[in-house]
């Protein structure tokens, strides 16, 4: 593990492995850096992987500023692009799921020439008014909850709240055949039981980055604006946040998407279908276009 120097006073963790084209990998909320854990162990032999801890997840720095200047994705994303520069990596492919792609999807829109090809699962532009349905807001609930000051009173800085919590969105959002192994929940405990350490991850949320946040005044862009960077797009058959239905859009926000399905998983794609999410990696580092 080493860290990167300091952007707005923030200085990322990330691990680094292998040897090839570039690849960075952004995880999802709740989770840190070893989301990834059976991701690299198919790249490495191919691919020069490096795998962050966002701003206030795992043994990054976590500052207590105003949410919407520190946290929004705009301010991850200028995080990663420094970090990309940093270590000298030469477009590299980005690739993330939940919060991580919507960070690469920012580092996509704003440092384009540092990015060669992106591949994402959900959270995708798209999902417009139709999170404001009932059944998406049984689903959404937790997004506003986080904003407000009762989810530290009860959360924060409580073990025991934080495995029950996290346990609940670990096994609710996973596909039928995925459980969260105990040691793996024993790991997250130990980077959000801290005082604080809850408090910040939230603040994403607090930012106004989350997908109700953001779909309230989603317009599709004009084709000329549209994501230029050439992407893939992993959706998992039973994400209970992201319907497939939802994928319906997705040519409305990128210029070159290569949709793909993913069956039999759910919103952790990484995890549950590890080589899926490699194999794609891998393709857009061989030629940056998603073909073989």
């Known amino acids: 593990m080493a860290f990167s120097s300091p952007v707005d006073g923030f200085r990322l963790a990330y691990d680094r492995a292998g040897a090839g084209p570039p690849v960075v990998l952004l995880h999802g909320w709740p989770g840190d850096r070893t989301d990834f854990r059976r991701v690299v162990p198919l790249l490495t032999a191919g691919a020069d992987v490096v795998v962050p801890d966002l701003r206030g997840f795992g043994e990054s720095d976590k500052h207590d500023r105003p949410p919407a200047g520190a946290y929004s994705a705009a301010a991850q994303a200028r995080s990663v692009a420094a970090l990309i520069a940093e270590l000298g990596l030469r477009r590299p492919v980005l690739a993330g799921y939940d919060i991580g792609s919507r960070i690469v999807q920012a580092v996509a829109i704003d440092f384009p020439e540092r990015t060669r090809a992106i591949v994402v699962a959900p959270p ?103 994501i230029a960077t050439p992407a893939t797009v992993l959706w998992p058959q039973h994400d209970p946040l992201f319907p497939a239905a939802w994928s319906d859009r997705v040519a409305e926000f990128f210029a070159a998407a290569d949709l793909r399905r993913v069956g039999g998983v759910g919103h952790f794609v990484p995890l549950e279908a590890p080589e899926a999410f490699a194999a794609a990696v891998l393709e857009r580092c061989r030629t940056g276009s998603g073909q073989p």
């Open 124 to 226: 995708l532009p798209g999902a417009g008014d139709r999170v404001f349905a009932p059944q998406a807001q049984r689903e959404f609930w937790y997004q506003a909850f986080h904003q407000l000051d009762l989810a530290t009173e009860l959360i924060d800085g409580r073990p025991d709240a934080v495995r029950a919590y996290l346990r609940y969105f670990w096994t609710h959002w996973s596909g039928p055949a995925f459980t969260p192994a105990e040691p793996d929940l024993d790991h997250l405990v130990s980077w959000y039981g801290p005082p604080g350490a809850f408090t910040a991850s939230i603040r994403w949320y607090r930012a106004g980055a989350g997908t109700v946040a953001r779909s309230a005044g989603e317009r599709a862009p004009a084709p000329g604006d549209r």
